[in-house]
């Protein structure tokens, strides 16, 4: 399978506890995108990457929240001192981006948090 | 800042029916307009796309029309099948950013 691959696929947690998801995007894609679902909404984008260059970090990242893609490839995503309002659906996308144009971003199927 | 508003579900249909999602948008200029489906533990796939006004997106019987002048781009299908149950949502593309509505749960009954 080349697709976008998440692990954990599910992940249960105490409040307070430190989490920790990767994401492997497609091999030949640069660029690597993080978004959070939660029940009944449609995904919010978080933050995205540049080969290893984090681009953008969405207000909802908050200072919890850290991403890396060290050698732009595959991408961890770390909350620490994790809190109920955390849970969600975290999900991960990659996509080709050529010059002056925007690639079709293929979604992975998602690590679902869950702070108990 | 950019949103996108689509019909609340959850739709019923039964085998064969029409259907119409209904979604509108808030932009400034003209983004990419996107439908993706999420069909049950699976993830989101990308369903159809139009890139400028007036352009007709269509994959798998699927059809959308990006109307500027109604900020509109509903999904339509002609006779849906019960593999179509799924969550659809509408999107768009800002700055290689994709924003989502909230998702239209489809279920078609046999």
Redesign the interface.
């Known amino acids: 399978d080349t697709?976008?691959s998440q692990n954990p696929r599910h992940k249960i947690t105490k409040r307070g506890q430190n989490v920790t998801f990767r994401c492997d995007p497609i091999s030949e894609h640069n660029?690597l995108?993080w978004?959070r679902q939660t029940l009944?909404?449609?995904?919010?984008?978080l933050t995205?990457f540049q080969n290893e260059a984090q681009l953008?970090k969405s207000r909802l990242l908050s200072d919890r929240f850290s991403a890396e893609r060290p050698k732009g490839s595959f991408s961890t995503l770390e909350i620490q001192r994790t809190e109920q309002g955390d849970s969600a659906m975290y999900?991960c996308?990659s996509?080709l981006?050529l010059a002056g144009g925007?690639g079709?971003?293929?979604?992975?199927?998602?690590t679902r948090l869950t702070v108990l | 800042g950019d949103s996108v508003t689509q019909m609340e579900g959850p739709v019923t249909l039964s085998e064969e029916a029409f259907l119409t999602i209904n979604c509108t948008y808030t932009a400034t200029g003209y983004p990419s307009l996107f439908w993706y489906v999420q069909y049950p533990g699976e993830g989101l796939q990308l369903l159809l796309k139009a890139t400028k006004a007036d352009d007709k997106g269509s994959n798998k019987g699927f059809e959308a029309t990006y109307r500027k002048e109604t900020t509109s781009f509903h999904l339509e299908k002609g006779s849906v099948q019960v593999s179509d149950s799924a969550v659809y949502f509408c999107a768009l593309n800002r700055d290689d950013k994709i924003i989502f509505g909230k998702g239209t749960r489809l279920h078609i009954l046999p």
């Open positions: 697709g976008v660029r995108y978004y009944g909404q449609g995904p919010e984008f995205y953008e999900l996308a996509s981006v925007a079709e971003q293929f979604f992975g199927p998602g």
